[in-house]
Structure formats: C-alpha cells, structure tokens
Nanobody, 128 residues
Framework: QLQLVESGGSLVQPGGSLRLSCAAS????????VAWFRQVPGKEREGVSC????????YYSDSVKGRFRISRDDAGNAVFLQMNMLQPGDAAIFYC?????????????????????WGQGTQVTVSS
C-alpha cells in the first residue's frame, strides 16, 4: 500500500525555522515528482514547492522563494521542506503529494488533481 506521512509541524515564532519531512512507504520516492502544498481553513490548497522526479528541477511559489528549500533523501525515501524566516502568513496544514513525473510538471506541479498520493498533513503554526 502506498503511503505518505508528513511530520515536523509545530508552533514557531515569527522569523523561526522548521523542517518538514515526508516519508514514503510502499513505493520509492526517488522516481516520483513530490510537492508540498499548504491549506488554511476557508482557502484552497496551494502549491508551495516541488521537486521533479528522477533528478529534475525544483520549483517554488513566489511567496516562499528564497525562504523555503525542498530536498530529497532518496536512500531514506523521504522529501524535506526546510522553512526559514517563517511568517504568520505561512501558518497552515502542510501536505506532501506524489505523482509519476511528466514533461508537463514544470507547468502543472500546482495542479492538485495531478497527484495520486497524499499524506495526512502536518500543522505549522507561526505565532509569538
């Protein structure tokens, strides 16, 4: 059974850092495109960052570019999201999602419907 499990969410003060983890079981993440999304109540789930499968490029939303960094540990079958300079507007439930890579990923990585597998989410709260 394919499964993704997020962890690392917590309460952090503005300006602080967190590292989220997305661990996979039942399949090998290295060959997949993996993205982080976030969602706050009443708003649509939005794409935050993506790493294209099989050694492809990384992508970031404008709101997190320069502050967040996505990375992989293929041996450990996990993807991480390092979040620095966190702001109250970053508070959300963060989800990871995976899909088979596509040549269209650079353009449609934010498309929720493109992803087959999702984790249950991890809560990030940014508050003093």
């Amino acid at each position: 059974q394919l499964q993704l499990v997020e962890s690392g969410g917590s309460l952090v003060q503005p300006g602080g850092s967190l590292r989220l983890s997305c661990a996979a079981s039942g399949f090998t993440l290295g060959g997949y495109t993996v993205a982080w999304f976030r969602q706050v109540p009443g708003k649509e789930r939005e794409g935050v960052s993506c790493t294209i499968g099989n050694g492809g490029a990384e992508y970031y939303s404008d709101s997190v570019k320069g502050r967040f960094r996505i990375s992989r540990d293929d041996a450990g079958n996990a993807v991480f999201l390092q979040m620095n300079m966190l702001q109250p507007g970053d508070a959300a439930i963060f989800y990871c999602a995976a899909k088979l890579p596509s040549i269209w990923d650079p353009w449609n990585w934010r498309d929720l419907n493109a992803y087959n597998d999702w984790g249950q989410g991890t809560q990030v709260t940014v508050s003093s």
